[in-house]
């Protein structure tokens, strides 16, 4: 069938969306035109901004693709002060930034549970309560993702990484600790709890087909997912996937396959917030531009003050040698080559998720 005929079909199926993914020259461009036509009915040219902080690399896990990984003993391991942590989102704040999000590696213990809700109140404080606060801190039980959300988090990011659960095994150790039905699980308890919730996975990993990539957009929908944020996977040498880099599809394809991705979930899901996540901009200087020129409406400006090399998720992460000022301003400008206008003093949330009304069947 012909791009557009498949464009014109109100639900795509799953062989629809393989042929949209294999899109090229003016077929390509009709998939894009089509993305960008939905996110300017539903956002106009508006860019939210959400502030990252990754404020600590300590990680109980072992993905098998990260370069933060537990067994990863080549880079130095750190976890920033409270009070560093209240200053960039402070920083955040005076610079009319109102949505922050705290990620890092995974921890469980019961120190770390308080210490988040500390923070989240402390910021909440901060800000006279106009920050809302998404969280990004891995699996946890349901109860501690409720004593956060009652702290005033908002939002969560829990990326499947790969939705189908024969696959997950391939990228991940085979133990307790690593269960795609524990990842599942916690999803569904975020959006039990009433967290808008985001998800995503990662792009171009070793034997990954479109087919594959097709099922995760309709997993998503399926989900009825809040947020996205899809990536390229970026190998990085001290990790054990980087052993399989020669079944890997060049860097500029990883990239465009984003960029289809991205845009077919637009089409999808019209209302959802999806991120230009900064690994794009690691493969192309202007590669987060170009998606939220797309199809993308969130951008994550990291404003972490310290220890940027010793969060190097793959090689080549960007935006590593500057502070948190040179990053948003920069941002500012090249939002402007785009026509983009970022929207400020703004959460920024989720059209679909107060549209939503429907829990999926388990
Ligand atoms: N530890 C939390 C978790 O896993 O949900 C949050 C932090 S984790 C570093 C954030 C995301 O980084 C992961 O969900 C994963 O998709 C992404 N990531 C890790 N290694 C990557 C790589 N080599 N290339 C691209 N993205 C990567
Ligand atoms: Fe840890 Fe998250 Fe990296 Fe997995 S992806 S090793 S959980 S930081």
Known sequence: ???????????????????????????????FDRARQIREQNFGRRVYYRAIIEFSNICRKDCLYCGIR??????VRYDLDDELILRAARFAFDNGIYSL??????????????????????????????????????????????????AGAHRYLLRIEVSDPRLYPLYHPWDDLHKYDRRLECLYYLKDIGYQVGTGVMIGLPLQTLGNLADDLLFFKRFDIDMLGMGP????????????????????????????????????????????????????????EKALDIACNVIM????????????LYEGKPCTDEGGD?????????????????????????????????TPVR
């Open 1 to 31: 069938m012909a791009v557009t005929d498949i464009l014109n079909k109100k639900n795509l199926t799953r062989q629809d969306i393989i042929a949209l993914l294999r899109a090229e020259g003016d077929d390509l461009k009709l998939l």
């Open 70 to 75: 537990r067994s990863n003993k080549h880079l």
């Open 101 to 150: 999000v705290l990620q890092s590696g995974e921890r469980t213990d019961r120190a770390f549970a308080q210490r988040i809700a500390h923070l989240v109140r402390k910021i909440k404080q901060m800000s006279g309560g106009k920050i809302g606060i998404t969280l990004s801190v891995g699996e946890q039980d349901f109860q501690v993702y409720k004593y956060w959300y009652e």
């Open 233 to 288: 996977y970026i190998e990085h040498n001290h990790t054990p996937l980087y052993s399989y880099r020669h079944l890997l599809i060049p860097l500029r394809k990883r990239l465009i396959l984003t960029m289809k991705m991205n845009a077919i979930l637009r089409i999808l899901m019209p209302d959802i917030n999806i991120a230009a996540t900064t690994a794009l901009q690691a493969i192309d200087q202007m590669g987060r």
């Open 301 to 312: 400006p990291n404003i972490t003050p310290d220890h940027r090399q010793d969060y190097l």
């Open 326 to 358: 040179a990053c948003v301003q920069c941002l500012n400008k090249r939002l402007e080559i785009y026509r983009l206008k970022p929207i400020m003093q703004d959460w920024g949330d989720s059209p679909h998720y107060f549209k939503r009304t429907s």
